[in-house]
């Protein structure tokens, strides 16, 4: 079976400052990939970042990294520099063969950011 | 490159009703998927199309059936609908299944019933 984890259902953080949004998996598979989304109020499902476990080294998309620990199957977003527009809902999901396929979302993180 | 597009944006039906919600996936992806997202359940899988073919379901009532065309667009359709059905539908398309696969969501339909 997969699981998200996202531990953290809410987080602040400065405007221009960096911000580490928490997600934890588990799978029996070898072969996955790792998603993030962004949700804003308006409810549109972005695609922010995506690292493959095969990956060595860590995704990165502008201001998006994923900080990816396999050994520790985590998968933390970084935001750098945060802007008032990434205020948003921030879903960390998986894809494996185990599930067919199916993505499995964790619960998601609501970010706000203060000016 | 055009996204996922669905359609209607928002509807109001009242119990009992039907309702047929579409979206177009994006050009060249043959795989789409639906999801219902509501406060209480967060992002719950509904079903999956490939080629035209349903190859996943989640766990929902026969209320809740799909299809797919032979352009890859997908319909869904909620039959004798509760008060409980009401929340954003997702719609999000890849090239095909896979680990590797990034699905890309359309805007969504938010669906209330009354």
């Known amino acids: 079976a997969q699981k998200i984890t996202q531990t953290q259902p809410g987080m602040f953080v400065q405007e221009k400052e960096a911000v580490t949004l928490d997600c934890t998996y588990d799978?029996?598979?070898?072969?996955?990939?790792l998603f993030w989304y962004k949700q804003p109020s308006s409810g549109e499902m972005i695609f922010l970042i995506y690292q493959g476990s095969y990956d060595e080294q860590n995704a990165t998309e502008g201001r998006y990294s994923l900080n990816f620990q396999k050994a520790r199957k985590s998968a933390n977003l970084v935001i750098s520099a945060s802007q008032l527009g990434d205020s948003a809902m921030y879903f960390c999901a998986m894809r494996a063969s185990g599930g067919s396929y199916i993505p499995t979302f964790g619960r998601g993180t609501s970010l706000i950011v203060h000016p | 490159k055009a996204g996922v597009t669905q359609t209607p944006r928002y509807l109001i039906k009242t119990r009992g009703q039907q309702v047929t919600l579409s979206c177009s996936p994006i050009?060249?992806?043959?795989?789409v998927s639906w999801y219902q997202q509501t406060p209480g359940q967060g992002l719950q899988f509904l079903f999956e199309?490939?080629?035209?073919?349903?190859?996943n379901k989640g766990n929902f009532p026969g209320r809740f059936s799909g299809r797919q065309f032979s352009n890859s667009r997908s319909e869904m359709n909620v039959s004798t609908l509760e008060l409980g059905d009401s929340a954003l539908y997702l719609c999000?398309?890849?090239?095909?299944?896979?680990?590797?696969?990034?699905?890309?969501f359309g805007p969504g339909t938010r669906l209330l019933v009354l």
């Open positions: 050009s060249g992806h043959r795989s």
């Open positions: 199309y490939f080629s035209e073919t349903q190859r």
């Open positions: 999000a398309s890849s090239f095909v299944p896979g680990h590797q696969e990034t699905q890309y």
């Open positions: 799978t029996s598979d070898q072969s996955y990939g």
